[in-house]
C-alpha cells in the first residue's frame, strides 16, 4: 500500500472517528438499523441525562430494542470493559441474539442452569442473556458482583418476585458495601405502573433514591413522585427553576419514555381490518345456546375464572369442546350440554373453517405465494388446523405450515424454526411471547378463534405492526410504508360476536393500546364479560372507555429544550448524516481492497445477502495493519448496508462453495475490526509528512477526468476534537464513590451533546494558469475513493511540476475552517452556559433528594428503642456511615460542577484543530499503467 492510498485510507478513518464520536449519530451508525426520529428523540434524552435508569415504554413494534443497541454501542465505545446482562423471556433470548450479532456486532451467550461462573481477562467487557426465569436461581442471576448493567426486556411479563428481586438489586442494599448496577434500561410497552407492587419495582429500579423516601413515609412511588413533581412546577412559574431541569429532575415521569405513533404518523403501516361472521349451521346452533345461557349465569365473575374461560373455547376443535362440556359451567344447562355433545357424536360439518378455506382461496388466487399467519384458540385447535388445512390445500402437504403451540409445548428452536421457516401458513396460539418479530413471515393474520383479551390481541398485531426495512424512508418522504391485514371470524349470534363487538366500539383492532393501568384495565375486561353475557350496557361503557384511551400514559408537557429534535430538517440531516456515513464505509471498502491493502470482494451469499469479505493480501507486507486474528485463508464478512440484513436477520451467512456459515459482522462504529483499522489509519495519518510533492493520479470516472486533466486538487481535512479535551478533563477518580463515578461518566456524555466533534473537508482546483476554484463534493469523493489511483511511472510522476503558492493556499483553507469553527464555538457558548445552569439545577436536586433520604434513614435509626448497648453502638455505627456517605456525595456533586465549569471555559474557546492535506494532480488516462 503506497503513502498516497495510506492517506486516503487515513482521511477516511478520521471521518468515521469523529462521527462515532457524535452523540446524535454514534449510537445509530453503529446499529444496523434505520435510526427512526423517535429512537434519536429517546436517544438524545437518555444520554443526556445524569444517570442511565430508565423505562422505554414505546408503543410494541416501536423498535425499542434497536434503541437499547444504540445506547449498549456508545457506552460500550466509551467503556469497553462494560459488562451487561440482557435478561428477557426465553423465547425470544434467541432473537435477542441475533439481533445483537448481526445488527450490534454483540456475539452474546445464552447462559443456562449448566453455566459456571465464565472467567474473562481483568478489564474486558461482556454481553450474556440470561432468561427470566432464571432469575433468582441459585446462583442468582444476574449479580451486580459480575455486570454494570442490567437490560429487562418484557419486564411486565416476569414474575413479580423475580421483577422485585431485579429492582432490590438496582437499589443501595443493606450491606452498604454491595455494588448496585450502574446503569438500567427497562423495556415493555405495558409496565402496569397502575398495579402497585408492579409499581414499586418499576419505579424502584429506575428512581431508586426517591423511592426509599417513599417507602419511609410510607406512600407509593408514584404517588410520592406525583407531588414532588406537583410541587416543584411552582418553582417553574415563578421563574426560579428552568423548564429543562423540571424535565429532567422533579417530572414524574422523567425517567419513563413513552412513544406512540400518534406523536408520530405515518411511520408504521396502515392497518386494514376484515370481518367474517360465519352464518351457524345445524351444528352451531347448540353451541350458541350453550354459549350464550352460561354467559348469563356468569356475568358477574371476572374475566380470569369461570364461565369465560370454558365459553371462550365453544368454537374450538370438537377435542378440546368435549373436554370443556364437562366442566361445571354447564351443569345448570344438561339439556342443552346433552345436545351439543350429541351433534359432535355426528362428527358434523365445520362452517368455521369453511369459511377460513374461502378467505384462504380469496387470498391465494390473487397470489399463489402470499403467506399468512392464523392465530388459533389453543394446541387441539392448531392441530386441527394443520391436519385439515393440508387435506385441503395439497401445495401445504409438504412443508407448506409450520406452527407455535402454547407456551408450554413448543420449545425455542421450534419458534426459531416456525418464523424462520419457508412455509405458507403460520398457525399459532393466542399466546404468545411478546417480542417475537412477526413481519418478518408475513403482513396478515387470521383470527380464526377470537382471543376475550384486548392485551392479547393488541400483542398478537404488534408482532405483525412494527417498524421495517424500508419505512424510514418512506416515512421521511411522506409516503405509506405498506399495509397489514387483519381477519377476525365469529359465528353470529354467539358471545364471541358480541365481544367483538365491543373491542370495535374500542378501536382495539385499528390502533394499538395506550397504556392500561390496573383500573382500566379491569374496566375494559368487565365491558368484555358484560357484552359475552349480553347486557346492554357495554356499548356505552366502551364509547366512554374509548375517549379516556385516547390519553394514554400521562407524561410531563414540558418540552426537553434543544435535546429534542422537533423539526423535519432537524431529523433529515442527523438521518442524512448517518446515510452518508454509511456510504464511506462502503466506499473505504472497496478502497482496502482495491489498494492491495486488504484482500475484498463484495459477493452474494446463499441468501442472496450482499455482503463484503476482507482477510489479509497474500504479501503480508502490503497490509500496513494488524487485525487480530484475520489471516491470508480466513476472511472476515461484513455488512456495510444497514437495509441489507435480510428478513428475517441471521447471525450467521454461508458463502458459494462454501458449507459452512460464517458470523457477519456490521462494518461500522463498534465491530473490534472496524474500530481496530480506525485507530491504525489515523495513527498512520498522523505519523505523515505533508509534502509539497504532488502525486500524479489517474481518475476512472473519464466524465471527471477530462474536466480535470491537468489540474491539481488539493484536498484539506481538518477535525477538532472536543472529545480528547473531555476525556482529559472529566475522568474518573480513584476516590469517587460509585455514584460518583457514574456521574462523571454522564458528565461526558452530556458535555459532547454542547461540544461535539466537527470534521470540515475543502477541495481547491487550481489550474495550469493559476486559477483557483472551489471544487464540488462529488471531486472530493472521487478524490478518496478506489478508482483514483497514483501512477506508477516515476518518469511521469517527476515531470509533475510544484504548485506555487501551495502553502499559502493551504493556510488559507485552514483559517478559513478554523473562522468557521470559532463562530460555532461563539453560538454555541450561550446555549452551553444556559444548559450548564439546567445541569446544576438538576445535580442540585438530586444531591437533595439523596441527601433527605439518608437523614430520614438516620432519623429512623435514632427513633429505635434499643437498651442493649452493643446494638446501640451498631446504631450509632450505621448513622455515622450514613452520615459519610451524605458528605461523599455532597462533595463528589461540588467537585463535579467545578469540573464541568472548567471543562466548558476550556471547551468555548478552543480551536485547535489536527489539519491533513492531500496533493494530486489529474492524469490523462492514456498515460494509465499496470
Not at 413513552?258 to 392497518?271: D, E, H, I, V
Not at 364437562?326 to 359432535?344: I, N
Not at 494488524?626 to 464478512?637: C, Q
Amino acid at each position: 500500500m503506497n503513502s498516497f492510498h495510506l492517506a486516503q485510507s487515513g482521511f477516511h478513518a478520521l471521518e468515521r472517528l469523529v462521527a462515532a464520536e457524535s452523540w446524535e449519530m454514534g449510537g445509530a451508525l453503529g446499529v444496523a438499523a434505520d435510526p427512526y426520529p423517535h429512537q434519536i428523540a429517546n436517544l438524545r434524552r437518555i444520554l443526556a441525562d445524569t444517570e442511565i435508569r430508565h423505562l422505554l415504554a414505546d408503543e410494541v413494534g416501536m423498535g425499542k430494542t434497536v434503541q437499547a443497541l444504540m445506547i449498549l454501542n456508545i457506552l460500550r465505545r466509551r467503556d469497553p470493559s462494560l459488562r451487561v446482562a440482557i435478561v428477557a423471556p426465553e423465547r425470544i433470548c434467541y432473537q435477542w441474539q441475533v439481533e445483537l450479532s448481526a445488527r450490534g456486532h454483540i456475539s452474546a451467550p445464552i447462559l443456562t442452569d449448566a453455566d459456571e461462573e465464565q472467567e474473562h481477562p481483568d478489564g474486558e467487557g461482556y454481553v450474556h442473556l440470561i432468561k427470566a426465569d432464571m432469575v433468582r436461581r441459585q446462583p442468582a442471576r444476574p449479580s451486580p458482583e459480575g455486570y454494570d448493567m442490567l437490560i429487562v426486556d418484557e419486564i411486565h411479563a416476569m414474575n413479580l418476585e423475580d421483577a422485585a428481586f431485579l429492582s432490590s438489586l438496582c437499589r443501595e442494599r443493606q450491606r452498604r458495601d454491595a455494588p448496585r448496577f450502574r446503569h438500567v434500561l427497562l423495556l415493555t410497552a405495558t409496565p402496569r405502573l397502575g398495579n402497585r407492587d408492579w409499581a414499586r419495582a418499576v419505579i424502584g429500579a429506575i428512581e431508586p433514591e426517591r423511592s426509599e423516601i417513599a417507602n419511609l413515609l410510607g406512600r407509593e412511588p408514584l404517588e410520592f413522585l406525583s407531588e414532588d413533581a406537583a410541587a416543584a412546577q411552582a418553582h417553574v412559574s415563578d421563574g426560579t427553576l428552568s423548564a429543562a431541569a423540571y424535565r429532567t429532575a422533579f417530572a414524574a415521569d422523567r425517567r419513563i419514555l413513552r412513544q406512540t405513533r400518534s406523536q408520530w404518523p405515518g411511520m408504521a403501516p396502515t392497518r386494514k381490518v376484515h370481518t367474517v361472521r360465519t352464518a351457524p349451521s345445524d351444528a352451531e346452533v347448540p353451541k350458541i345456546k350453550l354459549q350464550n345461557a352460561a354467559c348469563r349465569d356468569g356475568r358477574d365473575n371476572p374475566i380470569g375464572s369461570a364461565p369465560w374461560l370454558q365459553c371462550r373455547q365453544m368454537f374450538r376443535a370438537g377435542s378440546s369442546l368435549r373436554e370443556m362440556l364437562r366442566h361445571r359451567t354447564f351443569s345448570a344447562h344438561q339439556d342443552l350440554r346433552d345436545e351439543v355433545e350429541t351433534t359432535l357424536s355426528r362428527n358434523p360439518g365445520n362452517a368455521l373453517f369453511d369459511d377460513l378455506c374461502d378467505v384462504l382461496l380469496g387470498y391465494w388466487h390473487k397470489d399463489p405465494e402470499r403467506r399468512i399467519i392464523i392465530v388459533a384458540g389453543d394446541t387441539p385447535t392448531v392441530d386441527m388446523l394443520e391436519r385439515r388445512l393440508s387435506e385441503m390445500f395439497p401445495h401445504l402437504s409438504e412443508g407448506g405450515i409450520a406452527t407455535m403451540r402454547g407456551r408450554y409445548n413448543t420449545d425455542l428452536v421450534h419458534v426459531v424454526g416456525a418464523v424462520q421457516s419457508e412455509a405458507t401458513v403460520l398457525i399459532m396460539e393466542e399466546f404468545v411471547e411478546a417480542g417475537l418479530n412477526l413481519h418478518n413471515f408475513a403482513e396478515d393474520m387470521i383470527f380464526y378463534n377470537l382471543p376475550w383479551q384486548a392485551s392479547r390481541i393488541d400483542q398478537l398485531i404488534g408482532r405483525l405492526d412494527r417498524l421495517r426495512s424500508g419505512g424510514l424512508i418512506a416515512y421521511m418522504k411522506d409516503r405509506t410504508v405498506g399495509r397489514i391485514g387483519i381477519w377476525r371470524m365469529v359465528v353470529a349470534g354467539s358471545a364471541d360476536e358480541r365481544v367483538l363487538e365491543a373491542l370495535d366500539l374500542m378501536e382495539v383492532f385499528e390502533q394499538p393500546l395506550p397504556y392500561l393501568d390496573e383500573a382500566l384495565s379491569q374496566r375494559l375486561d368487565r365491558i368484555i364479560t358484560d357484552a359475552a353475557a349480553g347486557r346492554d350496557s357495554f356499548r356505552q361503557a366502551a364509547s366512554e372507555l374509548k375517549s379516556e384511551l385516547s390519553f394514554g400514559l400521562n407524561q410531563s408537557g414540558e418540552d426537553f429544550g434543544p435535546a429534542q429534535p422537533d423539526t423535519a430538517d432537524d431529523i433529515s440531516e442527523i438521518v442524512g448524516n448517518i446515510r452518508a456515513a454509511e456510504h464511506a464505509g462502503n466506499d473505504w471498502l472497496r478502497l482496502l481492497h482495491f489498494s492491495g491493502a486488504l484482500k475484498g470482494g463484495f459477493p452474494k451469499s446463499n441468501d442472496g445477502e450482499r455482503v463484503a469479505t476482507l482477510s489479509l493480501p497474500p504479501l503480508l507486507e502490503d497490509c500496513p495493519y494488524k487485525l487480530g486474528a484475520m489471516t491470508t485463508r480466513e476472511s472476515e464478512v461484513f455488512r456495510w448496508r444497514r437495509d441489507r440484513l435480510g428478513k428475517p436477520p441471521k447471525k450467521d451467512v454461508v458463502l458459494p462453495k462454501e458449507q459452512l456459515g460464517k458470523r457477519a459482522r456490521f462494518f461500522s462504529t463498534g465491530d473490534e475490526i472496524h474500530d481496530d483499522l480506525v485507530c491504525q489509519a489515523y495513527a498512520t495519518l498522523k505519523v505523515m509528512t505533508v509534502s509539497p510533492t504532488t502525486v500524479g493520479v489517474h481518475l476512472s470516472d473519464e466524465g471527471l477526468a477530462s474536466d480535470l486533466v491537468g489540474k491539481t486538487l488539493i484536498l484539506v481535512r481538518s477535525s477538532w476534537r472536543p472529545s480528547i479535551l473531555m476525556d482529559k478533563q472529566i475522568r474518573t477518580r480513584d476516590d469517587d464513590v460509585p455514584a460518583v463515578r457514574v456521574g462523571r461518566l454522564s458528565d461526558r456524555r452530556w458535555m459532547s451533546t454542547l461540544f461535539p466533534d466537527v470534521i470540515r473537508t475543502r477541495c481547491l482546483v487550481v489550474s495550469a494558469d493559476g486559477v483557483v476554484e472551489v471544487g464540488a463534493d462529488k471531486i472530493t469523493r472521487a478524490l478518496l475513493g478506489e478508482g483514483c489511483k497514483p501512477t506508477t511511472n516515476r518518469q511521469i510522476q517527476k515531470m509533475i511540476a510544484p504548485v506555487p503558492e501551495f502553502q499559502r493556499l493551504v493556510n488559507a483553507l485552514a483559517r478559513e475552517m478554523t473562522q468557521e469553527e470559532r463562530i460555532r464555538l461563539g453560538n454555541s457558548r450561550e446555549e452551553a452556559m444556559s444548559a450548564f445552569s439546567d445541569r446544576r439545577q438538576t445535580l442540585t436536586s438530586e444531591t437533595e433528594t439523596y441527601v433527605r433520604w439518608k437523614q430520614l434513614s438516620i432519623e429512623q435509626l435514632r427513633s429505635r428503642n434499643i437498651q442493649d448497648q452493643q446494638q446501640i453502638q451498631m446504631i450509632e455505627g450505621q448513622i455515622a456511615a450514613e452520615q459519610r456517605r451524605m458528605q461523599a456525595r455532597i462533595s463528589g456533586m461540588t467537585d463535579r460542577l467545578r469540573t464541568l465549569e472548567d471543562t466548558l471555559a476550556n471547551l468555548a474557546n478552543n480551536s485547535m484543530s489536527d489539519t491533513f492535506v492531500i496533493l494530486a494532480r489529474v492524469l490523462p488516462s492514456a498515460h494509465l499503467v499496470n
